[in-house]
């Protein structure tokens, strides 16, 4: 391999002709700098510079790479320099995973910030299983909003907040007519699952094997807008994030009521691989997503904790 150390030596030599100046602009010995021509001429098989009475002057090689070696070792500086970023002509395409809610409560208005700011710039969204969180390194993912209690190892990422889970059901639901949900009425009940794009309500499944019990899944559905559908035509119960619940709460009429289980709350994060962590494109663009999705966990959250208090 070849030696890229002696280069700097080398430009210094070629632009002064003079070993001693050289040795002081590096700030090294005159028996340094001349065992590192020495370096230089075997490396290069030629003697680059030739002494002539008091000076040095440069051989035909010697002469080619004073012409070639400052735009080389401009471009290797330049490497170094930190990358210029200008939204106007990023044309890079961000990927961002979740589930199919935020896909269609928070993707749009993250879609219309970057239309504004980056013209050039476009997003694809992919459904999200947190499972695969030990795998982001080798996909091809920029940003992954998602719960988890532990950030992997080589992941960074940004809180979100954090959320419970909750009961909603129509407001015809048998269940409805009381302040309270039991154990018993609730496993009892028959329940709608979300099947794809997020791991919501597996704690409470957990949660219930623990008392040797299980509910009765009645439809499982892969989007959270057709499990909504299912609750208002049916007596079904639907376990989702209170913010969630909340959200579909404005337009449908449904009831939320508080889980008749004691969980622990859900940790949601912006989560990216280490890989993209330094890059100025990835900053901005996960810097434009964090305060779309943590304001509308915020405000529907607190919506939600009006709704189930007050019951309306």
Known sequence: MNNYKLLPALMSILQTCNLTESARQLNVTQSAISKTLTQIRAAFDDKIVIR?????????????????????MQTLDNLYLPSVMDLS???????????DYVAQAILPSICCELAADASNASVEFQLWHKDKLTELADMQLDLVSTITDVVPEN???????????????????????GDDLSVTEYINAKHVLISG????????????????????????????????????????????????????????????IALPIKLKPQQYYLLWHAKHHQD?????????????????????????????????
């Open 52 to 72: 002539e009475g008091n000076q040095f002057i440069l051989t035909r090689k010697g002469e080619e790479l004073k012409t070639q070696l400052p735009v080389l």
């Open 89 to 99: 002509l990023c044309p890079r395409q961000f990927t961002l995973a979740s589930s």
């Open 155 to 177: 992941l960074h990422g940004k809180s979100i907040g954090e959320d419970q889970l909750v009961v909603v059901c129509r407001r015809q639901h048998p269940l409805c007519q």
């Open 197 to 256: 794009g997020g791991d919501k309500d597996s704690p409470v499944d957990l949660a219930l094997l623990a008392l040797g019990k299980q509910r009765q899944v009645f439809a499982s559905v892969p989007f959270f807008q057709s499990a909504i559908e299912l609750l208002v035509k049916t007596d079904t119960l639907l376990t989702t994030p209170l913010h969630i619940a909340a959200d579909f709460a404005q337009t449908y009429d449904l009831r939320i």
């Open 280 to 312: 100025p494109e990835h900053t901005w663009f996960r810097e434009l997503c964090h305060p779309f999705l943590k304001n509308h966990l915020e405000r529907t959250k607190t919506l939600g904790m009006k709704l189930i208090h007050t019951g309306e």
